[in-house]
């Protein structure tokens, strides 16, 4: 192992060391390192996940692992957003070829998602912005290794038997549950805002020995679901009593699913008009397909509604645009619309061709549902910067711009605390990471103060060993 991790031990003579290489101090970049402490013990990373932010800070996808790949045991993967597989292919590429282990939902969604990132990996090289990270070639050989096993589906390696439990998150998202030697670790991965609209509720944990959990929210709370569904229908009449279009920049993974379920039972209700809703985003499009292969993922009302109708996501007023002349097409139609595209935070994709076209119409609206990160065109547009720039032209803001922060996949900080409660009698310490520093020390001192659990930020680099 690299000599760049630092060490905090404690004399054992059976243990197990914990590495955080990767959404520690910072949400993104989901890379930790499970280790027996003997010689010839067996070495898990539980995700490999793309770093994201700065320039600074996505170079850093670039440099070598501090750790040998082809040492490692297996690779287990809690779900498929971007920051917790995108560096999957260059772990392979770098040598590492046991098995990758996943829900069957998290690796259609991988697989989706790693060659959409390509794209875009593609295009930066070839502008000569960066180097490739990985090819077609190390996906599919990625894809090669992969294995699949629902939730609570024993996986025995060795002294270890691991399980996945269903975090919520997304469809297929889960908690890696390892137990060794009569201890439980639980690694949380992202931990879902349930109740959701389409998936069960976060399992409970409630016998951990060490946990290692998220912290996105730590430091604050969401609006009420109520409350998020209210504003959507408000936004959506408001926007078509004026003639107006509503262009929601959304993200392809989970929040497109959840916005087509509320305006699909919406119109089937009768509570907003039956208007045109276009899908225009090509990896949204292939997401959602998998979400209507994986049912049984679904919770009880969500599968109800699919049973009593014709199928989720499959409503008259819903227009797949898949290629780009479709999208374009879109400008042509009744100016009464939804249009539902990404990229999430207007940095990319169809979206902002829409926005360039109906931003300046002050019968339109743009609705924010979700974080608009820090230099963003989401976010130039959230902060009231008024003309913008987009593709290289001046656009006036005139539309109306709205924002629900509850459409959140992640627990707010007061659920994140009772997430923690469950266990507060077993744990012994808990590990709090993928959040910005100041929301995961918030988080850790709730936990010390309201539940008197031992709680800490590991440092970015770090090996704890833990006796067992």
């Not at 690299?2 to 914990?18: D, G």
């Not at 089937?268 to 998998?290: C, H």
């Not at 609705?367 to 910067?385: E, F, H, K, N, S």
């Amino acid at each position: 192992m690299s000599n760049n991790l630092k060490t905090v031990a404690t004399t054992s003579s059976h243990s197990l060391k914990i590495s955080f290489l990767g959404g520690t101090e910072m949400v993104t970049g989901s890379n930790f390192l499970l280790a027996e402490s003997k010689p010839d013990g067996q070495k898990f990373l539980i995700d490999c996940g793309l770093i994201q932010g700065t320039k600074k800070d996505e170079e850093k996808n670039h440099d070598p692992f501090p750790y040998d790949p082809k040492a490692i045991s297996a690779l287990f993967i809690t779900h498929a957003h971007l920051d917790h597989i995108g560096r999957i292919p260059k772990l392979v590429k770098d040598g590492f070829r046991g098995p990758i282990y996943s829900t069957p939902p998290t690796r259609d969604i991988a697989h989706i998602s790693l060659k959409d990132s390509l794209g875009f990996l593609e295009r930066d090289a070839e502008d000569g912005k960066q180097e490739l990270l990985f090819t077609e070639a190390d996906i599919k050989q990625a894809m090669s290794q992969w294995k699949v096993f629902g939730y609570h589906e024993p996986i025995v390696l060795g002294d270890f038997t691991v399980v996945f439990r269903d975090s919520g998150h997304i469809l297929g998202s889960a908690m890696v549950e390892f137990n060794y030697q009569g201890k439980k670790i639980v690694f949380s991965g992202d931990l879902g805002n349930s109740p959701s609209p389409l998936l069960p509720d976060t399992e409970a944990i409630t016998d951990a020995d060490y946990l290692i959990i998220e912290s996105v929210y730590g430091d604050r709370n969401h609006e009420d679901r109520s409350e998020r569904r209210q504003r959507l229908e408000d936004v959506i009449e408001e926007t078509m009593r004026r003639g107006g279009t509503l262009m929601i920049p959304a993200f392809s993974i989970e929040r497109t699913q959840e916005l087509l379920y509320e305006i699909e039972n919406m119109m089937e209700n009768s509570r907003i008009p039956l208007v045109p809703v276009f899908l225009d985003s090509p990896m949204a499009i292939a997401v959602t397909k998998v979400y209507r292969d994986y049912p049984e993922y679904f919770n009880k009302d969500a599968n109800e509604i699919r049973r009593l109708g014709d199928g989720l996501f499959h409503f008259p007023q819903l227009h797949i645009t898949l290629t780009s002349n479709e999208s374009k097409a879109i400008l042509e139609t009744t100016p009464r619309k939804i249009i539902i595209a990404g990229s999430g935070m207007s940095n990319g994709g169809r979206i902002i061709h829409h926005e360039k076209n109906y931003l300046p119409d002050t019968k339109s609206t743009l609705l924010l549902a979700g974080y608009q990160g820090l230099g963003t065109l989401g976010r130039v547009i959230q902060d009231g910067t008024n003309p913008v720039k987009i593709l290289g032209e001046s656009v006036p803001v005139r539309a109306h711009l709205e924002n629900i922060r509850g459409y959140s996949a992640h627990k707010d900080s007061d659920h994140l605390l009772e997430f923690v409660k469950g266990t507060a009698d077993t744990v012994k310490k808990v590990f709090v990471c993928m959040g910005e520093l100041k929301s995961s020390l918030f988080l850790t001192q709730r936990i010390r103060d309201y539940l008197g659990v031992e709680a800490v930020v590991p440092k970015a680099g770090e090996t704890i060993e833990i006796k067992i």
